[in-house]
């Protein structure tokens, strides 16, 4: 019997989509919304765990890592995960120092909904839309999951 938490890095992938899917869902309370946002970032990163992990992958340590040193945009998940886990940095670097710093909410009251864009700031003081890091994060680990032939 398979446990909930068991099961491949294809399972893990769709849990990561999943969580993709709710916070491009806004129309909720913003602390609900907040939690699923880091969520998502928490999946996302320890999805490198399960692809280093999972025999059918193919994939080393170096690899994987050499894949998150490369694209941007897996380095801001990584920070966002650790930091909302661990509060500091006290065992590694931040690979960019990500942090969310701030939170735009527009209400529709013709419709009665709301959306939310929370803006994430590197220490170059670089911006990005958590949304369009969140949908890029999910490209690059499908990318890498379509290459290993674990998906098509």
Known sequence: MEHIYGGSVIKQFERVQRFQNKIHNQD???????DDLLSFFMHCHH???WVEKDPNADTTKQEVE?????N???Q??????IRSKHVVFDRWPP???AK???RSVTI???IGASTSEHIIMLKDGSEYSALDVADKAVDIWRQLLQSKNLMH
């Open 28 to 34: 909720r309370d913003s602390t609900e919304y907040d």
């Open 47 to 49: 999805l490198k765990d």
């Open 76 to 81: 801001i998940c990584a920070d966002l995960a």
């Open 66 to 70: 050499a894949l998150i040193a490369n």
């Open 108 to 110: 529709d009251l013709n």
């Open 95 to 97: 690979r960019q120092d």
């Open 100 to 102: 969310i710093i701030s």
């Open 72 to 74: 941007i945009e897996l």
